[in-house]
């Protein structure tokens, strides 16, 4: 099981990173984010990321 980040944690690794419900589940939506870069604000509470698609160098 992949680690779940919360808003304002800073980006272990760049890639794509979907945000996932407070039960789990996908919500759909997906950000692009950057190493060294701080996880932005959600719309909403309880909401995490994951990473789904690593960057490739």
């Known amino acids: ?3 779940k980040y919360k808003p304002g944690e800073i980006v272990p690794r760049s890639g794509q990173y979907a945000k996932i419900g ?3 589940g996908k919500t759909g939506e997906e950000i692009t984010s950057v190493k060294g870069k701080i996880f932005p604000p959600t719309e909403k509470p309880k909401i995490t990321y994951k990473l789904v698609d690593p960057t490739k160098h």
């Open 1 to 3: 099981m992949q680690k």
């Open 22 to 24: 407070p039960r789990g």
